[in-house]
């Protein structure tokens, strides 16, 4: 059954501005269930051709301007989204800056851990500050938040206490997005929103990382999607990967 525009389900992504990007294959895989999806970067240019090509798929696709970092960036967002659907049913906090490998804790630059914050929590934040009013007025809204097993106290591989890769600004700045989303799930209870984390898993959305063992995108964005589309008795406050809960 095809979805009139009208009833079509809006889905807004973060981060959406690499062709290899799990924002572009969650959306993929969302437009191909009837969402319209609107796809965001910092970066009009990058995400406008990326709109382009999700078209010629047949996926109802918006492309748009935002910087998560940026009140003014999201209010502007926010005001277009409220004029143009006057609602909103998902919004994925996708959007990730720094990924500090090699990078020790006690020598760390504290501008990148700043910047780490500022998009991963701030910024996700920001946008669930934003878009919360909108979302209230969907019958079934869904925030998605991407966390990582390397945010977590219990992977033992990835983990905060075992990663050898070191990436402190990241792994803690993937923590604080999953402390978010339970404070959130916790508040938004009663209205209907579903909040949930979501690690995608070691996914090959850069050069070189298939060989180190990633997973392919599609089944990375599966999990994200799944989080994206629960039905309304699904679980709130969680972190998932793959549909399965795993650790914090
Ligand atoms: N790939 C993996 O193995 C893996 C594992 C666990 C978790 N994750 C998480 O899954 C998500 C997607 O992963 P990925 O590898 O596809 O992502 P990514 O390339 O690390 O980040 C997604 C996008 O965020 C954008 N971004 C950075 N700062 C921004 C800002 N201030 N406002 C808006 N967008 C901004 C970047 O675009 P520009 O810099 O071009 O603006 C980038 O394309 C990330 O949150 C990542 O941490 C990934």
Request: charged share 20%; with cysteine.
């Amino acid at each position: 059954m095809s979805l009139s525009t009208q009833d079509k389900p809006i889905a807004l992504i973060t981060g959406v501005s690499r062709p290899t990007g799990l924002g572009l294959e969650t959306a993929r895989q969302l437009g191909h269930k009837g969402f319209r999806v609107l796809i965001t970067a910092r970066d009009l240019s990058k995400v406008e051709a990326l709109a382009k090509s999700l078209k010629s798929e047949g996926i109802d696709v918006t492309a748009a301007s935002l910087d998560v970092t940026s009140d003014t960036s999201v209010d502007a967002l926010c005001k277009m989204v409220s004029d143009t659907f006057g609602k909103l049913d998902v919004l994925i906090n996708n959007a990730n800056s720094v990924y500090d490998a090699g990078v020790k804790t006690l020598s760390t630059d504290f501008e990148v851990v700043h910047q780490a914050l500022e998009t991963t929590l701030f910024g996700a934040w920001r946008m669930c500050k934003a878009f919360v009013p909108l979302l209230r007025k969907s019958s079934q809204a869904r925030i998605v938040n991407l966390g990582s097993g390397a945010g977590t106290f219990a992977d033992g591989f990835w983990g905060l206490g075992h990663n050898t890769q070191g990436v402190p600004a990241y792994g803690i700045a993937k923590n604080s997005i999953h402390a978010l989303t339970a404070k959130l799930a916790f508040e938004l209870a009663d209205s209907g929103i579903l909040v949930n984390a979501v690690c995608p898993g070691f996914v090959a959305t850069y050069e070189g990382t298939e060989a180190m063992g990633a997973r392919p995108i599609p089944d990375g964005a599966k999990g994200i999607v799944w989080a994206a589309t629960l039905p309304p008795d699904g679980p709130n406050g969680g972190l998932f990967r793959d549909g399965e809960p795993i650790g914090w």
